[in-house]
């Protein structure tokens, strides 16, 4: 490795001797500031050199690599973007030296052995995996328009500046104020806790919890698993986040209520509500059961109206679910294209 693209230690720069510019500073955890004049002519591969990210960077522009960094010094008449995917699919974490902050031993790279191509298929090697990033990049971008275009037609929506009509082109009625408690009531999910800590993706039933990760594994308990009043809302009481529910579920515990919506309303158009709803009774990290927040105020439209909201909204949920489908599909063939080709 260091005689085809060794590592380098550059200068640092404090945070308070940063001065705003052109500039980029290249951290071991990519570029994080900008700074008036440059130490290093484009192009370069950095990697972390100490701290808990890791990341191998490609830098276009001329920049200012930090302390915390490691740079290509030498290419060895490489090709510099080869470096870069070969650097990032390297492993470079099983070289870290363990000590109060994790720190990268740059000699141990240096000695390992590996084959490498010819400069001209690096250069196709390295053009071909550019192409299927800026893929992955393009279809980003358009999922984060989806995204943008769907929570700008939802504030118009719900404070009634755009309206739907029914099917022969005549307005719905008015609104209605209503109280949360007044549309939703929930269910305590004490009798659907799992039992089992022994999880496993070839189960079949999906265990919910609280916080980001929402679905926590799979279980093969076949009692009390909630299913008959689908779809629903789960409602975190210690985040007050909220996620929508359309197939059957055990509950890792009871940090969440199952809420279920009442004759006259569209769970789904209740769930697009809530997501613009400001539910700031949760200070001072103090838990709320839900009836803390059944009355808060909200106008609603008639379930005819619901209805017509929640398909347009689905509809555009399909296409950013698709974008979804189709980038991880790509990142996923990248990655097994790649441990073919750095095998």
């Known amino acids: 490795m260091k005689d085809f693209a060794p590592l380098q230690r550059w200068f640092d720069l404090p945070t308070d001797q940063v001065q705003d510019g052109d500039y980029p500073v290249v951290y071991s955890n990519g570029i994080l500031r900008n700074h008036k004049t440059y130490k ?18 490609f830098v276009e522009n001329d920049y200012r690599p930090h302390n915390t960094s490691l740079r290509v010094t030498d290419f060895k008449n490489n090709y510099p973007k080869f470096v870069f995917y070969f650097y990032a699919n390297f492993g470079l974490e099983k070289f870290w030296t363990w000590s109060w902050v994790p720190t990268l031993n740059r000699n141990d790279v240096h000695t390992q052995s590996r084959y490498f191509p010819s400069y001209p298929e690096q250069t196709k090697i390295a053009n071909f995996l550019t192409a299927v990033d800026a893929k992955i990049v393009n279809l980003t971008i358009l999922k984060s328009e989806r995204e943008k275009y769907k929570t700008g037609a939802m504030q118009q929506i719900f404070s009634q500046q755009i309206r739907f009509k029914d099917e022969e082109g005549n307005d719905f009625t008015e609104w209605e104020e209503k109280k949360l408690g007044e549309c939703l009531w929930y269910i305590q999910p004490t009798k659907y806790i799992v039992e089992s800590v022994e999880y496993s993706d070839e189960y079949k039933v999906p265990v919910l919890t609280a916080g980001k990760t929402f679905i926590l594994w799979y279980t093969n308990e076949e009692s009390w698993i909630f299913s ?6 789960i409602f975190d009481d210690f985040t007050t986040a909220n996620k929508y529910v359309d197939f059957p579920f055990k509950v890792k515990s009871s940090a969440m209520k199952i809420l279920i919506a009442k004759e006259w309303v569209d769970i789904k158009f209740m769930f697009e509500a809530m997501q613009l709803f400001k539910l700031s009774l949760w200070d001072d990290h103090k838990r709320y059961w839900i009836s803390e927040y059944s009355n808060f105020d909200l106008f609603i439209p008639s379930l005819a109206e619901q209805q017509r909201i929640a398909d347009f909204l689905s509809n555009i949920d399909q296409k950013i679910s698709e974008l979804n489908q189709q980038i991880e599909k790509m990142k996923d063939w990248k990655k097994g294209l790649l441990q073919g080709l750095f095998i």
Do not use: F, H
């Not at 990697?47 to 960077?57: E, P, Y």
């Not at 008959?228 to 809302?233: G, N």
């Open 228 to 233: 008959e009043k689908l779809p629903c809302i």
């Open 40 to 57: 290093a002519k484009a192009p370069w591969v950095v990697t972390w050199r100490s701290g808990t990210i890791w990341k191998v960077s």
